[in-house]
């Protein structure tokens, strides 16, 4: 199977075999082309896409040592995401399928987050709960089956890592600003400041961190941008802020929906203080954290890979022609 992904700034392709077992997973980042703007541009993500997505797949079948004669399916992402990034895969899919009589299905994006979890040793089984969490995304979701999701929850505003990124703008970090406010965090105090949790409301499972960010704004405003050991402390009060809310409503989402096996995936699924704290408070109750190691909590394509081979096992078929849908939600 060879999983295609260039739903936003990631061109990934990977080769799966069974849709457990990874042979390759080769990812070109844009992370270089989108800093100097602070966030991705849609145009420019468009056309590094074209650039880079056939030497992405050459690569992804030299390192499984195959061939597209070797392969049994293919499947590509086909939302949600950026319209222009999104035709490049499914573009390119369409066409590898055509050339090779190879059978296409187009995948959710966010599937794809839920299921990365199937790469690991020991996967978790349906049913279980996963929190997708990245540049995009915020969304609870009770995997009752593969192919039936059910939503929880959702950020009502801004992504946790949108409001990572706008925060390490303000404070004058580089982009992305998960990892460079992560890494200040770690010799920070995280009392230091009591930043907000919004919607902090027994039974509510969504979030909103517009007001988050627009505290950390305020602090700025009043003490101007810190350095040194006052970085470090804000860093990691912010930080705190959105682990805490994060890692607080999966763990009362588990107990009420009787689950005893959650994941965290997405992008912002490879926090340091994230994943420490849900681990800790999961602990506490009995419940099984799954964690996919960082390259899986990013855009990739064995994700992809194994939602397709999911999709197709359950009777999905693109027949040749998936249509992109920016906006799809599982």
């Known amino acids: 199977m060879l999983g295609l992904e260039t739903s936003c700034d990631e061109t990934a392709a990977a080769v799966v075999e069974d849709g457990r077992r990874a042979l390759s997973d080769v990812v070109s980042t844009q992370v270089d082309i989108h800093r100097r703007w602070g966030g991705v541009v849609p ?28 392969l049994d399916l293919i499947a590509v ?3 949600p995401g950026l319209l222009g990034a999104l035709l490049v895969g499914v573009q390119l899919a369409k066409s590898l399928s055509a050339a090779t009589g190879l059978p296409l299905v187009g995948v959710n994006h966010l599937e794809g987050h839920l299921l990365a979890a199937r790469l690991l040793p020991t996967p978790p089984e349906p049913p279980f709960l996963a ?10 979701y009770a995997v009752e089956d593969y192919g039936r999701y059910r ?3 959702s950020t009502r505003d801004d992504a946790a890592g949108e409001a990572y990124d706008k925060v390490a703008r303000l404070l004058g970090l580089p982009y992305p600003g998960g990892l460079p406010i992560d890494r200040l965090a770690q010799n920070g105090d995280p009392r230091a400041i009591r930043f907000p949790r919004a919607l902090n409301v027994p039974g509510v499972y969504d979030w909103s961190f517009s007001g988050l960010k627009t505290a950390v704004r305020n602090h700025v405003r009043a003490h ?11 860093c ?66 064995a994700m992809i890979a194994v939602a397709g081979t999911e999709a197709w096992r359950r009777g999905e078929r693109g027949d040749g022609q998936p249509v992109v849908d920016a906006g799809w939600t599982p």
């Open 43 to 70: 145009e420019l993500a468009s056309r590094n896409h074209v650039v880079q997505v056939l030497p992405v797949v050459d690569e992804a079948l030299r390192r499984a040592g195959c061939t597209l004669e070797d």
């Open 77 to 79: 992402t086909r939302g």
């Open 131 to 140: 929190l997708v969490v990245s540049g995009g995304h915020t969304s609870l």
């Open 151 to 153: 939503r929880v929850g």
């Open 224 to 234: 101007g941008v810190p350095e040194g050991q006052p970085l470090a402390d804000l």
């Open 236 to 301: 990691a009060s912010f930080q705190e802020a959105v682990a805490d809310s994060l890692s607080r409503k999966l763990v009362a989402a588990a107990r009420e929906l009787h689950q005893t096996d959650v994941v965290i995936c997405g992008g912002v699924a490879a926090n340091s203080r994230l994943r420490a704290l849900t681990l800790e408070r999961a602990g506490e109750r009995e419940i099984r954290v799954h964690l996919p190691p960082p390259a899986l909590c990013t855009d990739n394509g």
